[in-house]
């Protein structure tokens, strides 16, 4: 459904070209100081145009926070917030509204509801992820007031190469959010030049969490890297989610793989935090760190092949211009996404280990 | 928490070595023909001892239904099925009570809950994975039952190791449930040899579902890939998911990685189907396929560094022989969550858009 | 929380004098012909100032559909539909700010949030129920096409008298919505008197579902009454629910409670439905029926002697006009209350025994 | 379904006649001391047999610990208890399987399922409050431990007689669970009178609970009346409830139903408790206190006329020997169900507001 967490509880609703896309913050703790400037930093961080690099799609997306906030303050009440969408104009897909483009949602839509809002992908749309990404922001503010915790992401991998160096400073300074300096104008000009050619291309995010309380999470189903999971692969064009070494750790012998405790200065921790921070399901206090694989964006400038509602085949040309790679404008919803597992999972761990 | 689904909705319990071992199903329709026998062999499929390849502790695992069965159909209300432990000595595990064992989860349920039953590993055993085998057993057959749908799984690679042949009839054939009958006995040789040195390898599984109902999972958060994520995810040893061709496609540009859609005999499918079944986050009824990546067996013979709970380094070696390699058993556990998924979407689907 | 239901999901949001007040509906069937004529018919009888009944305080309250609607249709997805509160002032309030008044919210939400939005009671006023409303609007429409129920209610009681007759057609058509022409007139005339004394009164709501699905409900603790208790008893004011003969049914020996079924024209009912249409948690196809005690408007003219924030005695006069009687316009949102429930369990049903 | 509560969540399964009743308590605290015995007392006090006003039916019912608990203590993971049926013969049950019996849950359950298991009422027994007797103990154990809350019930009404007097120590003294001393002989003799007649009666129980945790409960859907009322009316055989003076306090005009506020020695409390202990949906720390309607017993010995399937009259007469009063026995259910009300909400309230 359209509710994410079980404590720290959102709802997003809304559509590419509805009237307003929004989210609801239920459960949120009273008393925190909160307004519209502290959720408008990683909106425009989402936001579109913000180099050559993403789409160029002029939307203010400026925040409104519609509920639950007193003089500044939370109230412990819901948080609605929204975004007033400006383009609702649907002409501008009327060409595609019969055709199952490749790798969209068209045809699984139709399917299953025997209707769709086929403007701009409607609920389908990259674009639904401004309601994570303002929910985000407040679980963020929260962990970083009671917990110190910080988030942060960037791009690790483009294509089928992966970027060693990781300076955190880097990060925010180019558009497409790597953290590897040495590669960055180089990797610029390859998506500049997709770019022309109406093409695109994915990658690899990787995201860390530091300074994380320990244990959060919790056995069996509700382990941290479970839950992390599903609110990665819950992003538009994600395809893959490994946790620390992830993939890599499973070509390992035991006896390589396995990762001892050490303990220096009454500090516990591993020798490679190989398991990415979390053992058995619950966080052990060390970084947390994963991995995500992202598609390149479906909308290509390209013609291309497929079939119309009747089965026919037809060609199709995506008009207007989209990202050539959606990886820097995942980064932020990502965090986001890590934000609201952590925030829900340190509720819980209040609620039932807390006294 | 310990409850899997929303709809078809599993409770797990029960500890390695405490009394029993158990899970409720609520929320199953009424009036299938259920007996312990058609949850028995998916069971016997994840039981130990089932050959050299297999830890050889030797529990019968023999379940038995408490409830929510009457004259052999089940009648709407919750089903309650155990086993139980015939193991419950603690003295086996005295010696490892204070040792935070590498890449197990003592040290994060120590500190979370400030207790552990440190038995076998307790609640963190992938003992737990009978009650999901259990559960599963009743999903498959209701997926069968009204949909026809399929689910078998296997273990793609070892290691580094890839294996590119498929023969569904060959994997319950060899004891590591390998689809690729050229590489099966030398990979049965290497495990034994790993077993007497002590040591374990990681792999990776591949989960197949054939004759998938079209609607299957829901937009945003409750994408049908997400789910999977997180049902994978929470399996013991699980450290990485790629739902159809995964990592690999996010490596390709926008005009390779698209898979346009073509109809043949009024039935619409991808050219390659590389998303695996699933479009966003809906599936498209084509087959469903996802691979997991599944660390070597943290239980390893050879002696090993670590620290214990005053912080002090100390060797540790793990008594009793486990699995060298914990694919082939993890089989039907995946198996298990993909089936609980799928019907409890099916049940979803079936409730918003079944009129 | 600010949720309510499981399959036809509603999320609550907003305070009596914030920027807006609204509701999501997360789970609707698609292919639901909806529009805001559809909802804003039951927003009007909820409205105040229908009559000298009711408070006079003028919002126009017209709700405006943000998501989830595409080309008069429902989508399947997330259906937000808002109102704007036009008062926002909060100068009015600043002098009860400090104050508790007698049995209000403002003591219980000072001492669990440490703040509160003072504001017209804030999300404590009964001014949240225009979400339910609107909710409850689609549900009812759900109802009416799939099953055919109608919903309605009335004042059954006011003070300690009980009005015995019963006509459907007439509620609409007085401002108290008795059922009972021959007291009508009476108790308008008691009811202005009262107001005139700036004073208030409670009394008793019927409310009926005829055209019921056999089989909503389910055994233990999603028993059809316990679904309607907790959904009335959320409805702010009221303070005991009886089922069908309720209390008095339980005065009685169990040779003359009991019910016994018959069965004319090939349809079964029980002899008095005693027990309102629901046996053993499940509906039986019978109209439900219930009553709601509602106490008399907390906010009245006359002066009251409390005890604000420190503890001292002081005396406290509520300014703004208030509705003498809150039966009437809590009707609509009992109605409402009632629909979200009889749907949430129509989709269960469905999901678990529509096969 | 069959899980109550969202923190500490019980889920209860069994039937009357299977193999085994039992429930798993989810989410409980770690470290607390638990062990059968904790348990048994309460379980004790619902147990048929206790005098000549329960049923005569001889079960031990004697819980047992499957997991959860390890060294005499919790461990944060689920709680198993059991306790197995000892009759589970159908036989008995044969004469009446065809036939819908007065009041009681046969018609609803064939309709809804079309199928049930008739032994002694199957899921829809009395005998699945077993289950929530052994998760109250846990649960009142927890309150008194970290909050000192004290809960306890008696009958306050028979038929249509409502005791006045409340001597706390009586109740548990007379087999009636009576807290008025000067009714309880003559109330005993007229309940052995009906029971000669193979009649029954209905009557009130009142539940206290005192030394509340101020702010349990939250606005809205929340409401801690709202949590009771569903909580209590899912026990089989109630059919009303009223929070503090109910439906007495719907007669009053304001100016007498309000209940103002007086500060003592630096203590909070309103002159009359007339809300029962909440206001706006939440906990003031006063004393909660409510009513619930109990019918009578729907089985009774005196022949009766109902329907079988078919539709056609039929004489029923109820083999073996049932409570002539559901209320004693009901006492244990209904404060084990607000014990699990209040122990739910105080975790959520730590989660919530408690940092």
């Known amino acids: ?107 699984s839509y139709e399917k299953k509801y025997g209707i769709r809002d086929y403007r701009g992908g409607g609920r389908a749309s990259a674009r639904e992820t401004v309601a994570r990404v303002m929910a985000g922001a407040v679980a963020k503010k929260i962990l970083q007031k009671y917990i110190g915790t910080e988030i942060y992401g960037f791009t690790r991998g483009i294509g089928t190469e992966i970027f ?21 104008t180089e990797q610029e000009k390859r998506i500049e030049q997709l770019k022309k050619e109406g093409d695109s291309i994915g990658g690899v995010v990787e995201i860390r969490a530091e300074n994380v309380a320990i244990g959060l999470g919790s ?20 395809k893959a989610f490994e946790i620390g070494e992830g993939f890599g750790l499973c070509t390992k012998i035991g006896s390589d793989a396995n990762d001892p405790w050490q303990c220096e200065e009454k500090k516990f921790h591993t020798v490679r935090n190989a398991n990415g921070g979390i053992l058995g399901g619950i966080s052990t206090g060390e970084h947390i760190w994963f991995r995500v694989g992202i598609k390149a964006t479906s909308s290509i400038g390209k013609s291309q092949k497929t079939a119309d509602k009747q089965g026919i085949e037809t060609d199709v040309q995506i008009s207007g ?14 965090e986001a996404m890590t934000a609201l597992v952590l925030v829900d999972q340190w509720m819980w761990h209040q609620a039932q280990c807390g006294n």
Chains 1, 2, 3, 4 share one sequence.
């Not at 997003?12 to 009273?30: M, R, W, Y």
């Not at 060693?164 to 960055?184: C, G, Q, T, W, Y």
């Not at 211009?321 to 990502?334: Q, T, Y």
């Open 1 to 107: 459904m359209n509710t994410f967490g079980n404590f720290f509880r959102i709802t997003s609703f809304g559509e590419s070209h509805g009237t307003a896309l929004g989210v609801i913050i239920d459960g949120c703790p009273p008393q925190i100081e909160l307004s519209e400037s502290d959720i408008q930093h990683d909106l425009d961080r989402r936001a579109p145009g913000q180099s050559t690099m993403t789409t160029p799609r002029k939307e203010s997306d400026t925040c409104q926070i519609l509920s639950g906030v007193f003089k500044g303050k939370t109230t412990g009440t819901p948080i609605t917030i929204v975004v007033y969408n400006e383009n609702q104009k649907s002409a501008d897909y009327e060409h595609i509204k019969d055709i199952f483009r490749p790798s969209h949602a068209d045809f």
């Open 164 to 184: 060693s160096a990781v300076d955190k400073n880097f990060i925010e300074k180019n558009p497409l959010r790597m953290a590897d300096p040495s590669h960055a």
């Open 219 to 238: 056995p069996v189903f509700g382990k941290l890297e479970a839950l992390l999971a599903a609110a990665v692969m819950s992003v538009p064009g994600t």
């Open 321 to 334: 211009r989209h990202d050539p790679i959606l990886l820097p404008r995942a980064v932020p919803v990502l």
